[in-house]
């Protein structure tokens, strides 16, 4: 049996024998995808908790829109030039309009760059702005969170707008609970300070996919609410990158619609744990880093028994990730560890450190990738491989019994549940 895994912009195959037992374990996928632009136009007129898009933005002077990180391009293109048809067509001052895009410490990206990624929206008129969290200059304080204290520093020029409007992707999200929705505001335009604190809370309380009562959560959604995000475009996929829904409206009621269709289509039933994962982050850009192809890690873990082996497939070119994250790994040997140090001295990173160091306290891990060899096996404690079928070699010498073997294609859109329960 032949697998081919997603890996960067292609893909690396896998034999398996017979002799395994195999399961993939996959995601629902969508049959029928509704149009873009009609889509959106039915959404945005008859909105979630909200009065119909015409009407808001008719009575605005000055429009924002913050496009969340890219990640289907093609999708939010679409869904951008769409919105900027209606907001044009509706708006009383459709030459007043921002869009804004976050920009993440160390990327090297240009003006001209993110103006092709979304479409050329400043062709049309429209100003685009690239939000760099760390400028200080262009950020305000409007104040903090009631729930956890957390100083809310956000974009001036997205503050001064009369109307905010967020635009994103809903998935499951081992962090985050969910993208979308509040993150239009956190991080996308908000400064280092409100990120890095937020980040904290994911570091020392609970995660999870779909946990919409996390501490960093709650946090984010107060955020959005004092920085007064007005209205959400938010899209959900399957794993094959299909569109299956647009939701739109408040930004929190409209967004926790669009959860319940992204926990839905994540679902993957299996019949039981395996004694080896093999799971691809989804290829680019989520496995940019490996950093970002962590979040994998969490699905295996449902997949796999305790004491089982994972390989993770994921190129990596992009290197490691922040600085807190390879610290906390090669500076700490367990979970605890980084609990404590994350209490006085935090850094961008330790939150995905500590779930890994969690992993590894009950799973043995093989990295598939363009990572350094030393890098995986003396900083960060497992063992490296340049493809899928090593992988698997490996994973294989590391346990007595490894009879059962799950395949994740998509580990990053995948809720494993056990059938039955």
Avoid at 41 to 61: C, G, H, K, N
Avoid at 123 to 128: I, N
Avoid at 176 to 202: C, D, E, F, Q
Avoid at 215 to 238: H, K, R, W, Y
């Amino acid at each position: 049996m032949r697998v081919d895994l997603r890996y960067g912009e292609g893909s690396l195959p896998l034999e398996l024998s017979d002799r395994f037992s195999i399961e993939q374990i996959v995601p629902q996928a969508v049959i029928k995808h509704p149009d873009i632009a009609s889509e959106l136009l039915r959404v945005i007129e008859s909105p979630t908790d909200s009065l119909p898009f015409s009407q808001r933005v008719s009575e605005a002077d000055s429009i924002a829109v913050v496009v969340n990180r890219i990640e289907n391009q093609e999708i939010i293109e679409e869904l951008l030039h769409s919105l900027l048809n209606s907001v044009e067509t509706f708006s009383f001052n459709p030459d007043n309009v921002s869009i804004f895009y976050p920009l993440i410490s160390g990327e090297r990206i240009s003006k001209t760059e993110v103006d092709d990624l979304l479409g050329n929206p400043e062709s049309r008129g429209h100003l685009l702005i690239l939000h760099n969290p760390a400028t200080n200059s262009s950020l305000k304080l409007i104040g903090e969170t009631p729930s956890y204290s957390t100083p809310v520093h956000v974009n001036e020029g997205y503050l001064y707008a009369d109307m905010k409007i967020g635009l994103g992707e809903i998935r499951p999200d081992v962090f985050y609970g969910a993208t979308g929705g509040r993150m239009s505001v956190i991080p996308s335009v908000s400064g280092k300070r409100t990120i890095n604190r937020n980040a904290k809370l994911r570091t020392t309380k609970d995660i999870g996919q779909f946990n919409m009562e996390t501490p960093s959560c709650v946090d984010m959604i107060e955020i959005s609410q004092l920085a007064g995000l007005d209205f959400i475009i938010n899209t959900v996929s399957d794993w094959r990158g299909n569109l299956a829904h647009i939701v739109a409206g408040d930004s929190n009621s409209s967004w926790k619609s669009g959860v319940e269709s992204a926990k839905r289509l994540a679902k993957a039933e299996f019949s039981r744990r395996a004694d080896i994962a093999i799971v691809s982050a989804g290829g680019h850009p989520y496995d940019k880093t490996l950093y970002d192809a962590i979040d994998s890690l969490y699905p295996a873990c449902k997949a796999t028994e305790h004491g089982g082996s994972i390989v993770l497939v994921a190129e990596c070119n992009g290197d490691v990730g922040p600085n807190g994250f390879i610290r906390a790994m090669s500076e700490f040997s367990s979970e605890e560890d980084v609990l404590t140090a994350a209490e006085t001295s935090f850094e961008v990173g330790m939150e995905k450190a500590r779930f890994f160091w969690n992993v590894l306290s009950s799973r043995k891990i093989v990295i598939c990738s363009r990572l350094r060899e030393s890098l995986v096996e003396e900083r960060l404690h497992c063992t490296a491989v340049k493809d899928p079928q090593e992988g698997l070699e490996a994973a294989q010498n590391m346990l007595a019994s490894n009879k059962k073997v799950a395949i994740l294609n998509d580990g990053l859109r995948s809720t494993p549940r056990l059938a039955n329960h």
